[in-house]
C-alpha cells in the first residue's frame, strides 16, 4: 500500500506506507520532514499491480507504423502496451500543403522577374535578381511552415492496459506542434489529473541529452541524462559504433547527485530497454512517471 508524503514546501509524492512517521529528505528542497500516514490521491498507480514494482522492460516493436512498446515485468510477463500514433496520411498531407505554397511563392517570384526584366537582368540588375530569389525562397519557406504545421497533428503517447486498447492508464500530451529549441509534453493519469510535465532542450541535447521533470507546481522534481558527458560527446562525433556506445540515462532528483534509477539500452538485435528503480525504494519517484520519461527518453530523442 502507498500514502501520501508532502513536504513543507509543497512537493508530494508516494511511499510505502511502513515510512508512516519516519523522516524522510524530500528530492525537490532537500529538506528533512515527517511523513504523516494519509491516503494518497494517486494510490492507484502503486496499488494497480502494473506499476507496483521497480523494474520494467520495455520492447519496441520494429516493423510498426506507429511506434508501439510492449512493457513487461521481470519475469517479461507483458503488463502494459504503449502507442503513439505516427499520423502518416495527416503528415503526408501537411508536408504537400506545405510544398505547395513554397512552390506558389517560387513562382510568384519568378514571375515578378520576368514582369521587371522581359528580357532577362542586365548589370546592376543581376545582383537585384539574386536578391529577390533569395527573399523568395526565405519567404516560401516561411509559408510552407505556416501552413504545414497548423495542418501537422499532434503526437500524443498513450498507455494502455493491454494491446485491445480497452483500457487507457497514462496520457503524454505534445503541448505545442513548433517546438523549435524547447520541447515540452503534460503527463496525465487515466482521469486526466497532471501529474507531471516534462521538457528538454533540442540545443542543449546536442552536448548531454536531458529531459526535466517538473512537478503540477512547476518545481523541477527530477533529471534524466546521459550517463556520461565524455560518452555522450564519442556518441555525438563516432555513433553508437554497433552499439559499442549505445545511450544509456541516469535519473536523479532535482538538485541533487543521487541516482535514484536507470534506464539503459541493452545490445540485442532488436530494443530492449530496462527502466531499473532499484535505488528509490522508498518510491519517491512515481513509477508512472518514472515509465513516461522512460518511454519519451526513446521515442523523444528517435532512438
Not at 19 to 45: D, I, K, N
Not at 97 to 122: H, Y
Not at 241 to 263: A, C, D, K, S
Amino acid at each position: 500500500m502507498a500514502i501520501l508524503a508532502t513536504c513543507g514546501c509543497g512537493a508530494s509524492f508516494n511511499v510505502k506506507d511502513e515510512y508512516a512517521g519516519r523522516l524522510l529528505q524530500c528530492p525537490t528542497c532537500q529538506q528533512s520532514f515527517t511523513v504523516v500516514a494519509e491516503p494518497a490521491m494517486a494510490r492507484v498507480a502503486q496499488e494497480d499491480p502494473a506499476f507496483d514494482r521497480d523494474k520494467f522492460l520495455l520492447r519496441q516493436k520494429v516493423v510498426a507504423i506507429n511506434q508501439k512498446y510492449d512493457i513487461s515485468d521481470e519475469n517479461n510477463q507483458p503488463i502494459l502496451f504503449v502507442e503513439r500514433p505516427a499520423h502518416m496520411l495527416q503528415n503526408a498531407l501537411a508536408l504537400l500543403a506545405a510544398l505547395i505554397a513554397f512552390g506558389v511563392v517560387m513562382v510568384g517570384t519568378i514571375a515578378l522577374a520576368m514582369v521587371i526584366w522581359p528580357d532577362g537582368p542586365r548589370g546592376d540588375a543581376g545582383f537585384v535578381m539574386i536578391f529577390l530569389i533569395v527573399g523568395g525562397l526565405v519567404i516560401g519557406a516561411l509559408a510552407a511552415l505556416c501552413v504545414g504545421i497548423p495542418l501537422s497533428p499532434l503526437r500524443h503517447v498513450t498507455f494502455y492496459r493491454d494491446l485491445s486498447k480497452s483500457e487507457k492508464l497514462l496520457d503524454i500530451l505534445q503541448d505545442k506542434k513548433f517546438q523549435p529549441i524547447n520541447a515540452t509534453f503534460t503527463v496525465r493519469d487515466r482521469g486526466g489529473e497532471v501529474l507531471c510535465r516534462l521538457r528538454k532542450n533540442i540545443l542543449y541535447n546536442f552536448f548531454r541529452k536531458r529531459w526535466y521533470c517538473f512537478a503540477p507546481d512547476g518545481a523541477l522534481a527530477y533529471v534524466a541524462m546521459e550517463d556520461s558527458i565524455v560518452l555522450s560527446l564519442l556518441r555525438r562525433f563516432l555513433g553508437p559504433m554497433f552499439g559499442l556506445l549505445r545511450t544509456n540515462f541516469i535519473i536523479l532528483p532535482g538538485g541533487t547527485e543521487q541516482v535514484i534509477g536507470e534506464f539503459n539500452r541493452k545490445f540485442t538485435l532488436f530494443d530492449r530497454y530496462v527502466l531499473d528503480l532499484s535505488a528509490d525504494p522508498s518510491r519517491t519517484l512515481d513509477r508512472r512517471v518514472a515509465l513516461a520519461m522512460g518511454v519519451m527518453l526513446d521515442t523523444g530523442e528517435r532512438r
